[in-house]
């Protein structure tokens, strides 16, 4: 995604755009009407992968003494509704997410929606918690790699960020874990709590939120310090990409003669750089923040299996190993809903950063 | 008037892959206040560099050595933040486009106080008070209004009378104009120098036009220095060089402008072309292309000469001396 | 004052990385020698810490944990190999097919190829894994179907501005067939960037397939391979060595490619350097 072009337009300070607001709300509305397409198609394609494929939901859920019993299959089937034709299966699946129901799943005999509601903020939390880390610091160190380009605080940089890139996630989480929290006992371990709590009261299904609201400190003090350890081994990875990318656009930015105007003017560097380069520099960062953001998810899976993590990755890796059809699909319609509103976000951001795709 | 800039033997070093090379060669002129000094010459003759050593804006790896010396102190010896409290403040620069030196995503209110506010230590409305007394004075309509606006929303000559209100609005001694009219329709161009030679009269403010382009040179510089391959060909009053140039590059290039009277059989171009970087000629850098060069040209570089009242010739031979040029 | 200008070849990083991917390399293929014992003899006893007898400790069967960590490069390497090729051939026929044809063929290709990218990789990969059966096999068939998309859209975008280039449009002229034209005049354009790609994703792909074993759903136990290594130490928590030298070896293995394609990709053209990054 490219920035808009300022528009060489001959009119003063006098002529402009009357209406900026109906601008938003048609482009808006433009992306929300992909968004849909894309939530079709991502289910469209869960649902195909799951039927192709010669795994048997009935006999992953139902054990080996069950498969020998025709009548057992029958109703299992028939309880989920897998004797239906494989369209007909599709569209009452798409009827029922359209009144809010996801189905029941097959592992935890709940309704998937009622499962997701408890497991998705777990991840999101995180998730949340990792992105926020990994901007400051990726693009903290990315300016600095970019600035000092080609000496020793741009190399050291450059090996650190690739490492970062090259960590497999589920053994960092272990070293992390070893050292940090079994070791030292600096940090807590695994869970979102400590065993003794009980979680706060159900609002937005993130315990520190949750907590703070409720005003049970102590519980929002163990949720934060839980969070620590989990998300600082999910930034990781995101760090950095984040620092690399950050780095080739502020460099690309550097290269502007606006940049070297705001020097002429006798700025400070702090202030040219925070003011004069970042901010167009964040334009292109925000776009690979929301694929990294994207990437927090996929680490989340491995992350939470180690932290003993109650999120969506786990959900998902338990129904995609028990070919819990429903399941798969509610994970598939919450990363097309995740997608989306990253999206959604990184536009209205776009916004914000820049005055001219305001006003265009 | 009195001396603001002297600069004597400025040279620069400029990184290439091949090793530092000369962008400049032991230049020296001065500037006196109130004056509008041009500094001419064809692209890759040093003089976007020479602005550039005089704010210390010059690339990391790039090196100065000689002295110019601004208001008694020498700004090329100064350490970065004292440099730092000079630019913006008493010496201001206006680049060529004003479509690239204007940030895209600050609003005018913000690029015309910032620096006044960290210069002057004024608050936001005060400074916001001088912004709409500047806008007015390079005559952009409803001032007010503009301040709330983004470059993107201005014609490309009223963003460049923006960006001379930025240059101007720490009252500087000294403004540095790069190629200020060169992005510009010809229409526009002459507003902008009525502009410059109105502000220069009204504030009592010294103008370097640095400018390839003799035309905008005869409409408003004092004071002329013609550059070749990063030195001084050839320095003296406006009238005095351009009419009576003494250089055979001098001449050279003004017999390449169009002439009002002839047709075009009077455009004579310089054959060849100027020398790059790192590959300027021993002896005097011009004589591959001049037409009068001798066998001492070849191997000695010429020093600026007084030749008249204040006009200095860097051509021993001097070929064009005694017919005074203004044969045509 | 660019680095680009430099060769590639003369920077340490990539030298550094270079040298650990012949060790490598090497080191798959010498196992049989260089391991002191098989990865699957259970010589000793179990949970051992290093020593000088076994370096790296025994684990939980009595297996020395060395000559597994030798031996598991006998299993990534060749698979990330194999992968990646796998990836970058369709990938780049699918956008080369793109960008060549446009209109409908490249927007319901490339839309297919949003789709992909829209999803994070390891859930659908262990998706793919998950319903194929948790076999080595059907991992590297879950990771193919993650990677190709990055080669697809890179490729899309190079044949669509080389196809717009004069020289390209002067051997249509000259009666050069459509497929011709593509396979002839664009290949050179086309393979520098896909190769920085494929050096690049080495690591990734190691990355995604250790991860996908680390779940179960790759390599299956006794298999000596670094990410089921991993997971079964986890069971041993405080007994470091079970899962710190398998993940090691996965880190060093990856970092090596990135020091190489990281290099390679800076000597590239800015311009595709970017696609890259995006």
Not at chain 1, 14 to 43: D, E, N, Q, W
Not at chain 2, 263 to 285: D, F, M, N
Not at chain 3, 77 to 104: K, R, T, Y
Request: net charge neutral; proline share 7%; hydrophobic share 50%.
């Amino acid at each position: 995604m490219s920035s808009a072009k300022p528009k060489s337009g001959t009119s003063g300070a006098g002529r402009r755009s009357a209406r900026p607001g109906g601008v938003l709300l048609r482009f808006l509305a433009r992306r929300l009407a992909a968004a849909l397409l894309l939530c079709v198609g991502i289910t469209l394609v869960a649902f195909t992968l799951t039927q192709l494929v010669p795994g048997d939901p009935a006999a992953a859920n139902l054990g080996q003494q069950a498969i020998g019993d025709p009548a057992a299959v029958a109703a299992f089937r028939a309880k989920y509704g897998l004797d239906q034709p494989l369209p007909v299966q599709y569209l009452t699946y798409i009827g029922n997410v359209a009144q809010g129901n996801l189905g029941m799943s097959q592992q935890s005999h709940r309704p998937v929606a009622e499962d997701l509601a408890e497991f998705v903020p777990a991840t999101i939390e995180l998730a949340l918690f990792a992105i926020v880390v990994s901007l400051v610091v990726g693009v903290a160190l990315g300016v600095v790699a970019a600035v000092n380009r080609d000496r020793w605080p741009d190399q050291v940089l450059r090996v650190v960020s690739l490492g970062g890139v090259s960590m497999p996630t589920f053994w960092v989480a272990l070293v992390a874990f070893y050292l940090l929290s079994f070791k030292f006992d600096l940090l807590p371990g695994t869970g979102r709590l400590d065993p003794v709590m009980s979680p706060p009261p159900y609002t937005t299904g993130f315990y520190s939120v949750d907590a703070a609201l409720a005003g049970q400190w102590d519980v929002m003090w163990s949720a934060l310090g839980h969070l620590v350890l989990p998300s600082m081994v999910l930034a990781v990875y995101t760090v950095g990409m984040l620092m690399r990318f950050s780095r080739a656009s502020v460099l690309e930015i550097l290269g502007n003669d606006y940049v070297r105007a705001a020097r002429a003017k006798g700025l400070p560097e702090r202030v040219v750089i925070v003011r004069h380069v970042l901010r167009p520099a964040m334009v292109a960062i925000i776009t690979v923040a929301g694929v990294a953001f994207g990437s927090l998810l996929s680490g989340a899976v491995l992350v939470e299996k180690i932290f003993s993590w109650p999120g969506v990755g786990q959900y998902a890796y338990r129904s995609a190993v028990n070919l819990d059809l429903p399941g798969i699909m509610g994970v598939s319609i919450v990363v097309a809903a995740v997608y989306i509103i990253i999206n959604l976000v990184v536009d209205l951001l776009y916004g914000v950063i820049d005055p001219r795709i305001r006003l265009s | 008037m009195g001396t603001l800039l002297e600069v004597e033997d400025l040279t620069v070093w400029l990184a290439t892959r091949n090793g530092p090379r000369k962008a400049v060669d032991g230049l020296s002129f001065r500037v006196d206040s109130g004056e509008v000094f041009g500094i001419a010459g064809e692209s890759g003759s040093g003089k976007t560099m020479t602005a550039m050593a005089l704010l210390g804006l010059l690339p990391h790896a790039a090196r100065t050595t000689g002295r110019a010396v601004f208001e008694g102190r020498d700004l090329l010896s100064m350490r970065p933040r004292e440099l730092r409290d000079v630019r913006g403040r008493s010496i201001a620069m206006v680049s060529q486009d004003p479509s690239t030196s204007l940030h895209p995503m600050l609003s005018i209110e913000t690029q015309v106080t910032e620096h006044m506010r960290h210069h002057l230590g004024i608050g936001k409305s005060e400074a916001r008070g001088r912004a709409v007394e500047l806008l007015s004075t390079v005559r952009i309509p409803d001032p007010e209004r503009a301040l709330r606006a983004h470059p993107a929303q201005f014609s490309g000559g009223m963003r460049q009378r923006i960006a001379i209100a930025v240059a101007l609005a720490c009252e500087p001694r000294l403004l540095l104009a790069d190629e200020p009219t060169t992005a510009l329709d010809v229409t526009v161009q002459a507003g902008i120098l009525r502009l410059l030679h109105r502000l220069r009269l009204e504030r009592d403010l010294a103008v370097v036009v640095i400018t390839h382009d003799l035309g905008v040179m005869s409409a408003v510089a004092d004071r002329i220095c013609v550059m070749y391959g990063g030195r001084t060909a050839e320095v003296g009053p406006r009238e005095t060089v351009l009419t009576h140039p003494r250089h055979p590059y001098t001449r050279g290039l003004l017999d390449a402008l169009p002439h009002p009277e002839g047709g075009a059989a009077t455009l004579r171009p310089i054959p060849g072309s100027p020398p790059s970087l790192g590959a300027v000629p021993e002896g005097c850098p011009f004589h591959p292309r001049c037409a009068f060069a001798v066998d001492s040209c070849r191997e000695e570089r010429p020093e600026p000469a007084l030749v008249g009242s204040d006009h200095r010739v860097a051509c021993p031979p001097d070929p064009l001396g005694d017919t005074l040029g203004d044969t045509a | 004052m660019t680095t680009g200008s430099r060769s590639p070849w003369r920077q340490p990083l990539a030298l550094i990385g270079a040298a650990f991917v012949v060790l490598w390399v090497l080191v798959a293929v010498l196992a049989p020698v260089l391991a002191p014992y098989g990865p699957l003899d259970q010589i000793a006893d179990k949970l051992l810490e290093p020593s000088a007898q076994h370096l790296f400790g025994t684990d939980q069967l009595g297996r020395d944990v060395l000559s597994r960590v030798i031996y598991g490069a006998q299993v990534s390497l060749p698979l990330a190999f194999l992968l990646v090729a796998l990836s970058a051939v369709i990938g780049s026929v699918v956008g080369a097919v793109a960008g060549f044809f446009g209109g409908w063929v490249d927007g319901t290709l490339m839309r297919l190829a949003d789709l992909v990218f829209a999803f994070p990789g390891i859930i659908l990969a262990m998706a793919v894994a998950a319903a194929l059966g948790p076999e080595l096999r059907n991992a590297v068939l879950a990771v193919v179907v993650v990677s190709w998309p990055s080669y697809a859209r890179l490729v899309r975008g190079l044949v669509m501005s080389a196809r717009n280039s004069e020289y390209v449009a002067a051997g249509r002229l000259l009666g050069s067939s459509s497929i011709r034209t593509m396979v002839v005049d664009l290949r050179p354009n086309v393979a520098g960037p896909v190769l920085v790609m494929t050096a690049l994703d080495v690591g990734n792909a190691v990355l995604l397939l250790s991860g996908l074993s680390f779940l179960g759903l790759g390599a299956q136990p006794p298999m000596a391979e670094w990410g089921s290594m991993v997971v079964s130490g986890m069971d041993y928590f405080d007994l470091w060595w079970l899962w710190l030298y398998p993940g090691l070896s996965i880190l060093t293995v990856v970092l090596a490619f990135n020091f190489v394609g990281d290099t390679l990709r800076d000597a590239l053209d800015p311009r595709t350097a970017r696609a890259l990054r995006g």
